[in-house]
């Protein structure tokens, strides 16, 4: 099935750096997700965002609805030990499929 | 909070045999789903579920099958398992309508020997 480009495939940073990570797809989207998934676990969903140009915190989290609409960027500040894992983000086009990307590896160096 | 769970977290069983993962939401959602996530391959969708008694084939249905009786549960059946289903299989749910974001369960790490 498709899969949604995500970028970079996999990041080392420093705590206490700021990260940043972008998706794209040659579809448009009327619905961008992002979720977190730990090892040995499920995703969880960390932001929504429903229209173009929409940008949405939680917490040290923050991400937008590309203008275009076939893109969305999160990003993280102030990254802690805890913000390891993987990063997916969900397109939704119109129907109940969401299309996921191939996911973003956070490691962090204490 | 939106809780989905799924009856097992580990899980090992021998080729050919039947095998059945179960997926409980507590949200009285419309939508339900199976996936299974294979390291680069990410998540496929095998079936999904729009309503009681209703699926429909996702992706990668071949070899599965489902089951829902009732709005809050959804069952994967693995008819007869073989190696190559060897996974991580996630249930997730979702309303019909906007704002129909996807929740997922802890995940089943099945293990077909």
């Known amino acids: 099935g498709q899969q949604l480009n995500q970028s970079p495939q996999s990041m080392f940073i420093q705590e206490g750096e700021d990260v940043s990570m972008n998706c794209t797809s040659s579809?448009?989207?009327?619905?961008w997700l992002w979720y977190k998934q730990d090892p040995g676990e499920g995703p969880v969903l960390l932001i929504a965002?429903?229209?173009?140009?929409e940008l949405t915190s939680n917490g040290r989290l923050t991400a937008q609805f590309g203008i275009t609409r076939k893109d969305s960027f999160l990003n993280i500040s102030a990254s802690i030990p805890s913000d390891v894992g993987i990063y997916f983000c969900?397109?939704?086009?119109?129907?109940?499929?969401?299309?996921f990307g191939t996911g973003t590896r956070l490691k962090v160096l204490a | 909070d939106v809780k989905v769970t799924q009856s097992s977290r580990y899980l090992v069983k021998r080729t050919g045999e039947k095998v059945f993962l179960e997926c409980v939401q507590d949200?009285?959602?419309?939508?339900m789903f199976w996936y299974r996530q294979d390291p680069g391959l990410g998540l496929r969708l095998i079936y999904f579920s729009y309503d009681v008694k209703m699926k429909e084939k996702g992706d990668i249905p071949e070899g599965y099958s489902v089951s829902r009786e009732k709005k809050e549960r959804f069952s994967l059946i693995l008819e007869s398992a073989s190696t190559n289903q060897t996974s991580m299989y996630l249930c997730?749910?979702?309303?019909?309508?906007?704002?129909?974001?996807?929740?997922f369960g802890p995940g089943t790490r099945l293990t077909v020997l």
């Open positions: 949200m009285d959602h419309e939508n």
């Open positions: 965002l429903y229209k173009a140009g």
């Open positions: 969900a397109g939704q086009g119109g129907t109940y499929k969401y299309i």
């Open positions: 997730a749910s979702s309303y019909r309508g906007r704002g129909n974001e996807q929740f």
């Open positions: 579809s448009i989207f009327n619905t």
